[in-house]
């Protein structure tokens, strides 16, 4: 493994993945860690990510005690190059010459790191201190017109520095640094793939589970089908997947499930068709907080109901269903603080308030992976294109987009609505650039149109296609107006119902990407 010490912000996830994008696996460590808790992991290779700090202002974060006598190679990456500079012996300075964004760097070529790629690069910066002095026993290897010292390297200690961002993708040969690296540095071996993974979780589920039975819910999502199928590659029929259905996916996604994994996976699926009970709950409730705590409260009745069957069934002792299959990733992993065993469940669909008697033990195969690499095991596994490539689509479904009441009829409706939108943008091969288009019924508003021969008085649906890279900002899509105009077109032909289309322009913030 190659451990990624984490001087806070985003920066580490993404240089993460970087490193398994050459196939070597990555693990992210805080920055707080000892120095003999890193080399319990047994790491080929230490990469130091940026950080939002200054390396000499108080309480910053600095490179754990005794790091760079390991021995280890280590690459350290703007703040995590500066802290490496700083450690040894270097002087880091604000300079003046803040450089963001793309920048022109001339990298030498008779260095071990860059040695092969072309000494004139654009990278990318984005740093407000500088390395003015390198340590001794370093030589500069790189800069740019503002920053003099923008990579450093002392080869024969396996010890290098750069200023820019080889993780980001505008920095040309970003990947190229990390393969140089990894591969003629540390000598890593790309081991990491899809296939191993599969294998070496197929291995884990079963040395954790044993003989015993196991129960996993599916959503209709990515994580927990993906999650699902791994644990049937493994166990086989000892496991029982749980669907219930609410009636608030769209269209052809309960069939996706039922039918889809099914046949991909083998797996034996326990349907429960809840879609009365969930509607009957949700009558006359409009507000959008209420509206999520009733599905998460009867979702978690019906599961429940599920599980205490599937238990019951499970037939002859000791082999009670003692598991149950969570699709946790490894940035909420992160996220809270690592340690194994800590659950983060995050979404009501996760079954959350289990009752005690119902205790399961966590079996959590995705809990080293990131969402792409979650994808690429899914397609390994066989899964259905539809499936593994669906974009986010939030747990209380299509109750938070209808805004008002939920009723059959308007699910209907959406439903047929929100199927066409889909349709059209994945024909003019939108479905990669978009994040997700939730498609918003305005049910309690009218408007005056005219359809057909006479006058009509329907409602408003909202188009909200949005780009973004982890929902937490999102900015609206720029459709082709041709596009635009087929889905309007079709959705006010098609459903009657509905007789305005409408597109929402706003960023997150200030608005969020749903509208409840
Ligand atoms: P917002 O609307 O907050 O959405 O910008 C951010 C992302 O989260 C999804 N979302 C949810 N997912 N339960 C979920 O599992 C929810 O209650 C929920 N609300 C929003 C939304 O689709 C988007 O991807």
Not at 64 to 92: H, S
Not at 314 to 340: F, I, K, M
Not at 392 to 406: H, K, Q, S, Y
Not at 432 to 455: K, N, T
Request: aromatic share 6%; glycine share 10%.
């Amino acid at each position: 493994t190659v451990l990624v010490v984490d001087f806070g912000a985003q920066y580490a996830q993404l240089i993460a993945r970087r490193v398994r994008e050459c196939h070597v696996h990555s693990e992210i460590v805080p920055s707080t860690m000892p120095v003999e808790e890193m080399l319990a992991k047994g790491p080929k290779a230490i990469i130091l990510s940026g950080g939002p700090a200054s390396v000499y202002t108080e309480g910053a974060p600095q490179a754990p005690r005794g790091l760079f006598e390991t021995g280890l190679p280590t690459f350290g990456i703007c703040y995590g190059f500066q802290a490496m500079v700083r450690d040894l012996g270097g002087t880091v300075a604000r300079t003046g010459s803040s450089e963001f964004g793309r920048t022109a760097a001339e990298l030498g070529t008779d260095s071990v790191l860059f040695s092969g790629l072309p000494a004139a690069q654009s990278v990318w910066m984005s740093h407000g201190d500088s390395v003015t002095e390198p340590p001794e026993g370093f030589h500069t290897t790189g800069s740019t017109a503002g920053t003099p010292v923008a990579a450093v390297e002392a080869p024969e200690r396996g010890l290098f520095g750069v200023q820019f961002h080889p993780e980001v993708l505008h920095t040309e040969h970003g990947q190229d640094v990390m393969r140089r690296f990894l591969y003629d540095v540390a000598g890593c071996r790309p081991t990491w793939t899809m296939l191993n993974i599969v294998e070496e979780q197929v291995e884990r589920i079963r040395a954790q589970v044993g003989g015993k039975r196991v129960i996993c819910g599916l959503s209709g999502g990515v994580d927990s089908a993906v999650a699902g199928a791994l644990v049937q590659r493994a166990v086989g029929d000892q496991l029982t997947c749980v669907f219930v259905d609410h009636g608030l996916l769209r269209s052809g996604e309960a069939e996706q499930v039922e039918k889809d994994f099914v046949a991909a996976t083998g797996a034996t699926l326990k349907v429960v068709d809840a879609q009365d009970q969930f509607l009957t709950a949700l009558a006359g409730v409009h507000d959008p907080e209420e509206k999520r705590g009733v599905i998460g409260r009867e979702f978690i009745r019906v599961f429940e109901r599920a599980a205490r069957e599937v238990v019951a069934e499970s037939g002859r002792a000791g082999e009670e269903v003692r598991y149950l299959v969570q699709g946790t990733l490894y940035p909420d992993v992160v996220e809270s603080g690592g340690g194994s065993g800590t659950a983060n469940i995050k979404s009501h669909h996760n079954v959350g308030g289990l009752p005690e008697d119902l205790r399961f033990t966590l079996v959590e195969p995705l809990r080293e992976l990131f969402k792409d690499e979650v994808r690429k095991v899914g397609e390994e596994l066989g899964l259905p294109a539809e499936m593994v490539w669906r974009q986010p689509f939030p747990g209380p479904g299509l109750a938070i987009r209808i805004i008002g009441d939920v009723t059959r009829e308007r699910l209907e409706v959406l439903r047929a609505a929100d199927a066409i939108a889909r349709e059209e943008l994945s024909r003019a091969g939108l479905d990669r650039d978009i994040w997700q288009c939730p498609v918003v019924l305005l049910a309690d508003v009218r408007s005056v149109g005219v359809q057909g021969d006479g006058r009509s008085y329907g409602h408003p649906v909202v188009l909200r296609p949005v780009s973004s890279e982890d929902a937490m900002t999102a900015d609206w899509s720029r459709v082709p107006h041709e596009v635009l105009a087929t889905i309007s077109n079709r959705i006010t032909n098609e459903v009657r119902e509905i007789n305005r289309v409408t597109l929402d322009v706003t960023s997150k913030p200030p608005g969020t990407i749903e509208w409840e």
